[in-house]
């Protein structure tokens, strides 16, 4: 009797428009896969293909799909022709190996010779986690290391209080960055500062000056309608606006 077939589903993806147009990107990827899947005696039972699709994170509607049918056990494993078909970050290739060993899943990528069913290919798995959790600790690093650089130099980050902008940065005589952007009076956000003040007067609750900076078309910084916690801030922003920002 021979034993049943090992079904896997194979994963393409191409990250423009124009390689998809033109199919050659893909059927590259599809001709790798099923030549894998012939050496290994593995059953191709469909593909799933992402067009003109980043790598850049996991929230893709083929790679959703493949991994949803592995595991409701319609399949054993995925098969793809690169790692960075999958994704191209570190930390999510990491962690979806990691998941899909823990559910038996098999993820095999034709360019690398990996293999997750096997246990030089669970090994790769923990190479990974450890490069991504040092990926992660470094990039905090950096990002820590650039914070006290620019506290440092007199520079500032973040959104800048409400009533002003940031201004260019200086340059010296070199024409070198100062790593120093100065704040600059903001008039449009100022009058709608004062005009909050004055719907405000009389004790006037929040959610109704929100209603009415709202009607008027003011904009908020990020869009969309005005809420009674932005509200309270731009008013506690309008106590610091002196004379000569309000004019």
């Given at each position: 009797m021979s034993p049943a077939p090992v079904l896997v589903l194979g994963y393409l993806r191409v990250s423009t428009g124009e390689q998809a147009d033109s199919g050659l990107g893909l059927a590259a990827q599809e001709r790798s896969v099923r030549a894998y899947c012939d050496l290994y005696g593995l059953t191709l039972s469909g593909v799933e293909r992402?067009?003109?699709k980043s790598g850049?994170?996991?929230?893709?509607?083929?790679?959703?799909?493949a991994l949803a049918r592995a595991r409701a056990k319609e399949v054993s494993g995925i098969v793809f022709a690169k790692l960075d078909r999958l994704s191209r970050n570190v930390r999510d290739i990491a962690e979806i190996?990691?998941?899909?060993?823990?559910?038996?899943?098999a993820l095999h990528s034709v360019g690398e010779k990996l293999d997750t069913s096997t246990g030089?290919?669970?090994l790769v798995v923990h190479v990974l986690a450890a490069v991504a959790e040092w990926e992660r600790a470094a990039a905090s690093e950096r990002t820590a290391a650039a914070l006290a650089a620019l506290k440092a130099a007199g520079g500032r980050n973040g959104q800048p209080p409400w009533g002003y902008s940031y201004g260019p940065?200086?340059?010296d005589e070199k024409g070198n960055r100062s790593g120093r952007r100065p704040l600059v009076p903001n008039p449009g956000e100022?009058?709608?500062?004062l005009r909050a003040v004055d719907l405000s007067r009389g004790g006037a609750a929040l959610r109704h000056v929100?209603?009415?900076?709202t009607k008027e078309g003011r904009a908020t910084r990020k869009g969309g309608?005005?809420?009674a916690e932005q509200v309270r801030a731009v008013l506690k922003a309008a106590e610091g606006l002196g004379p000569a920002e309000a004019s």
């Amino acid at each position: 009797m021979s034993p049943a077939p090992v079904l896997v589903l194979g994963y393409l993806r191409v990250s423009t428009g124009e390689q998809a147009d033109s199919g050659l990107g893909l059927a590259a990827q599809e001709r790798s896969v099923r030549a894998y899947c012939d050496l290994y005696g593995l059953t191709l039972s469909g593909v799933e293909r992402d067009e003109g699709k980043s790598g850049k994170d996991m929230r893709r509607p083929a790679p959703i799909r493949a991994l949803a049918r592995a595991r409701a056990k319609e399949v054993s494993g995925i098969v793809f022709a690169k790692l960075d078909r999958l994704s191209r970050n570190v930390r999510d290739i990491a962690e979806i190996m990691t998941a899909c060993t823990k559910d038996g899943i098999a993820l095999h990528s034709v360019g690398e010779k990996l293999d997750t069913s096997t246990g030089s290919g669970r090994l790769v798995v923990h190479v990974l986690a450890a490069v991504a959790e040092w990926e992660r600790a470094a990039a905090s690093e950096r990002t820590a290391a650039a914070l006290a650089a620019l506290k440092a130099a007199g520079g500032r980050n973040g959104q800048p209080p409400w009533g002003y902008s940031y201004g260019p940065e200086p340059r010296d005589e070199k024409g070198n960055r100062s790593g120093r952007r100065p704040l600059v009076p903001n008039p449009g956000e100022q009058e709608t500062a004062l005009r909050a003040v004055d719907l405000s007067r009389g004790g006037a609750a929040l959610r109704h000056v929100a209603r009415a900076l709202t009607k008027e078309g003011r904009a908020t910084r990020k869009g969309g309608a005005w809420r009674a916690e932005q509200v309270r801030a731009v008013l506690k922003a309008a106590e610091g606006l002196g004379p000569a920002e309000a004019s």
